[in-house]
C-alpha cells in the first residue's frame, strides 16, 4: 500500500467514532493484545496503540477491504447523492463545488473515496501529505462556516417572529380603533337619550365608559410589553452570539500558546534527562574506579595511592569480625602484614577467606609500599 495512502488512512481512523472504531478492533486478524473492546473514554495512549495496530500492513489491507465492501455506509449515505453530482478529480473544484451545498460533514468523504475500491482515486485526489493537511483543514473551515450559517438562520426566525407579532398588533389595533369608534358613536346616541330621559342613567353610561377605556389601555400595554420582551430577547441572542465567537477566538489563541509551552518543557525535559544520565555514568564510573582494601596490620606513616580506600584493623582482631569488615564495606582485597600476625592466626584467615578475596601477604610492608610507589604510591 502507498505511503500517501497509509497516511490517508490514519486520517479516516481520527475522523470515526467510538461505535465504528469498536467495530474494526473486533475485526481485526491481528487483534490489540489485551482486548478488543475500547472503553467509553479511552485515553489518547489507548488510541494510539489501536491505530498503531490499524496500520499494520495485514490489519490495514483488511480495513481497506472492509470498509470499501459498504460495511460503514451508514456514514455516507446522507451525503451520498453530493458526492456523486460532485468532481473528485481535484481538490479545489470539489471544495467550490461543495461550498454551498448542505454536506452533514465533508470527513464522510473519507469513506466515500475508499468505497471506489480504487487506491489510486485517493493519491490522484490527495497528491501528497500536504494535500491531506489542506483537505483537513477545508473540512474544518466548512464545519465553521455552516455553525455560523445556522446561528445567522436562528437570528433570523427571531426577528420573523417579531415582526409577526408587529404585524398582529396592527391589526389588533386597527380593529380596536374602529369598535372604539363604534362604541363612541353608540355612546353619544345613548348619552342623548339618556340625558332626556334620566340623569342617574348619564353616570352608569360615564362608568361603562371609563371601564371600557381602562380595559382597551391595558391590552394596549400588554402588546407594548410583549413587543419589547421580543426586543430583548432578540438583542441577547445576538450578545450572545457575539460573545460566544469572541470565547472561541480566545480559546483558540490560548490553546495555541499552551501547543508552544509544551514543545518548550519537552526540549527543556530531554534536555535534563540527558544531563541526569551523564552525571549518573560520570559518579557510575569514578565509584568504580576505587578499589577498596582491608589492611590487618600497622603501617606506620606509609601514605598510599588516592585511587586505593584503606580500612585499616588490629593484627589481633578476630576472624567474625574481619568477615564483618568485608561484607559491610565491600572490600576487593585483603592485604596481610605476615610479620604482625600469629601464624596460628594467619594461617585461619587464609584459610577461610582465600576462595572468597583476593589476599595479599606482606613481608614488610614499608618495602612493599616503597615498591609500589614506582607504579603510583606516595611514601612520606
Not at 157 to 166: G, H, I, N, Q, V
Not at 188 to 212: A, G, P, Q, W, Y
Not at 298 to 308: A, F, L, M, Q, T
Not at 310 to 320: A, C, G, K, R, S
Amino acid at each position: 500500500m502507498k505511503a500517501l495512502t497509509i497516511s490517508f488512512m490514519e486520517d479516516v481512523f481520527h475522523s470515526l467514532d467510538l461505535e465504528h472504531l469498536n467495530k474494526l478492533a473486533k475485526v481485526l486478524p491481528q487483534k490489540l493484545s489485551g482486548s478488543s473492546i475500547i472503553p467509553k473514554n479511552p485515553s489518547d495512549s489507548f488510541k494510539n496503540r489501536l491505530f498503531n495496530q490499524f496500520l499494520k500492513e495485514k490489519n490495514l489491507r483488511y480495513i481497506f477491504k472492509y470498509i470499501s465492501s459498504g460495511y460503514f455506509h451508514d456514514i455516507v449515505a446522507n451525503d451520498e447523492n453530493i458526492y456523486k453530482s460532485t468532481s473528485i478529480q481535484s481538490m479545489e473544484v470539489f471544495f467550490e463545488e461543495i461550498k454551498n451545498k448542505e454536506l452533514e460533514s465533508p470527513f464522510s468523504f473519507y469513506i466515500y473515496l475508499i468505497e471506489q475500491t480504487d487506491e489510486d482515486n485517493i493519491v490522484d485526489f490527495f497528491q501528497n501529505i500536504d494535500g491531506l493537511r489542506t483537505f483537513k483543514n477545508n473540512s474544518l473551515i466548512y464545519i465553521q462556516n455552516k455553525k455560523k450559517n445556522k446561528g445567522c438562520t436562528d437570528i433570523s426566525l427571531e426577528y420573523k417572529k417579531m415582526e409577526d407579532l408587529l404585524t398582529l398588533y396592527k391589526k389588533d389595533k386597527i380593529d380596536a380603533e374602529n369598535r372604539e369608534k363604534v362604541l363612541l358613536k353608540e355612546n353619544e346616541r345613548l348619552k342623548k337619550k339618556i340625558e332626556k330621559n334620566n340623569n342617574d342613567k348619564v353616570r352608569e353610561l360615564s362608568k361603562l365608559e371609563k371601564k371600557f377605556l381602562a380595559e382597551k389601555e391595558c391590552e394596549i400595554n400588554r402588546y407594548k410589553e410583549e413587543i419589547t420582551n421580543s426586543l430583548l430577547k432578540l438583542k441577547n441572542s445576538e450578545s450572545k452570539y457575539l460573545n460566544l465567537e469572541k470565547k472561541f477566538s480566545i480559546l483558540n489563541s490560548t490553546l495555541k500558546n499552551k501547543e508552544n509551552e509544551i514543545v518548550e518543557l519537552k526540549k527543556r525535559c530531554n534536555s535534563l534527562i540527558n544531563t541526569s544520565k551523564t552525571v549518573k555514568t560520570i559518579s557510575h564510573q569514578t565509584k568504580e574506579s576505587i578499589k577498596k582494601i582491608l589492611l590487618i596490620g600497622v603501617p606506620g606513616k606509609i601514605v598510599i595511592r588516592e585511587d586505593y580506600n584503606f580500612i585499616i584493623t588490629n593484627p589481633d582482631t578476630p576472624l567474625e569480625d574481619i568477615i564483618k569488615i568485608i561484607e559491610e564495606n565491600d572490600i576487593n582485597e585483603l592485604w596481610i602484614t605476615t610479620f604482625q600476625l600469629i601464624p596460628r592466626m594467619k594461617k585461619k584467615i587464609i584459610q577461610s577467606l582465600k576462595n572468597k578475596i583476593k589476599i595479599q601477604e606482606l613481608n614488610d610492608f614499608t618495602m612493599l609500599m616503597k615498591e609500589e610507589n614506582i607504579n603510583g604510591f606516595k611514601t612520606r
